[in-house]
């Protein structure tokens, strides 16, 4: 097959689409990032410089209106994710969109049935879930390594909604953005805890706003913050097991990241070093013990996850080009692991309850 032309819509030179797709799509020879658009032409025209990109655009009628562009990317704020990828859709195109789909469920609604009409290839970029340490996870679980799953708890750290931001990041404490603690780290981390023991039955959740304010050190004055930063989701899976979910929004001095996973027969843990408790991005690390082990030990990933991705590829690139390499399979072979726009509006849908069973301090029933 032909290499896919890939066109980002948002490829600033220090955005997120600098740190996680540029590289992704450089360490993959089914790819070439073939266009580049920002809001304004210079930006655009140093990042395509930066990056080694033929074409760069202000418009991004423009990136999507070329003929070798096969796949769009849309990595921008989500409250501009609506237009961005209906242009995308109405012009025929695939489309890989970041996660939220959308500002909110109407949106990721109406942009699921726009990609359905258009019958085109959707990605969304929950791409924890593709992480190696995360699939093995789930292969050990389903082959019986930890018998029946009794419950999981994970306790991750946001990082980025601490007490000082700048200008440019005051929107992610916005509690309308759609880009806040919940939004963003929590539900990463809940696609992966689905993926791998399985959806929600019943959920139930506090949402607790901590920080009040927050400080911009460019500007050196304080901002409200309407979004909450201190997020607990607990709930029973469909299998029956519990779970238990807990967000911080800037960091710990302690353990950033710890997942757990408790069965009959065994026990897996998968953690990151660093302040870093975002699952999507972190380089996890996998242990486990069961039947008479007495404590848990490292656990190897095997090469089968690492095909077509190299492991030298680190950070929050490697999880993002596990995604499109998932995805070139896909492309290539007619199949479909990699969740597509459908998905992302199953995951609206248990953002909705989650705000719902905060908003009335009752546990939810969870039908995605």
Do not use: C
Not at 72 to 81: E, G, P, Q, T, Y
Not at 320 to 349: C, I, K, N, S
Request: glycine share 10%.
């Amino acid at each position: 097959m032909a290499k896919i032309g890939v066109g980002i819509i948002g490829a600033s030179h220090n955005g997120w689409a600098a740190l996680g797709h540029v590289p992704a799509l450089k360490a993959l020879p089914d790819y070439e990032l073939r266009a580049i658009s920002t809001t304004r032409r210079e930006s655009a025209e140093a990042a395509a410089e930066k990056f080694g990109v033929p074409a760069a655009y202000d418009n991004h009628h423009d990136l999507i209106a070329r003929s070798d562009v096969d796949l769009v990317v849309v990595a921008v704020k989500v409250s501009h994710h609506h237009p961005l990828v209906s242009a995308a859709l109405e012009a025929g195109k695939a489309v890989y969109s970041e996660w939220p789909l959308g500002a909110d469920h109407d949106e990721a609604l109406d942009l699921a049935a726009r990609a359905r009409t258009a019958g085109v290839r959707t990605a969304i970029g929950l791409q924890g879930r593709f992480a190696p340490a995360v699939r093995h996870a789930a292969d050990l679980i389903a082959e019986g390594y930890v018998g029946k799953v009794l419950g999981t708890t994970l306790v991750g750290s946001g990082v980025a909604w601490g007490g000082e931001t700048d200008r440019s990041h005051a929107y992610i404490f916005d509690g309308t953005s759609g880009a806040a603690t919940l939004e963003v780290p929590v539900m990463h981390a809940l696609d992966a805890v689905n993926y791998v023991v399985g959806e929600f039955d019943e959920v139930s959740a506090q949402l607790v706003r901590g920080r009040t304010q927050v400080r911009l050190t460019d500007e050196d004055i304080t901002i409200p913050v309407t979004a909450p930063d201190q997020v607990s989701v607990t709930g029973t899976l469909r299998s029956g097991a519990a779970a238990s979910i807990f967000y911080r929004g800037a960091h710990s001095r302690g353990s950033n990241m710890r997942w757990e996973i408790n069965g009959t027969e065994g026990d897996l843990i998968l953690t990151a070093s660093g302040i870093n408790g975002n699952l999507q991005v972190v380089d996890l690390v996998l242990e486990g013990g069961h039947g008479s082990d007495v404590a848990a030990a490292p656990i190897d990933i095997p090469d089968r996850y690492f095909d077509g991705v190299p492991r030298h590829l680190t950070g929050p690139a490697h999880n993002v080009a596990q995604v499109y390499a998932a995805l070139a399979r896909d492309l290539r072979e007619g199949t479909t692991t990699v969740p597509g726009f459908d998905h992302a509006l199953v995951q609206h849908r248990l953002l909705d309850t989650i705000k719902q069973s905060s908003r009335t301090r009752a546990s939810q029933t969870f039908r995605g």
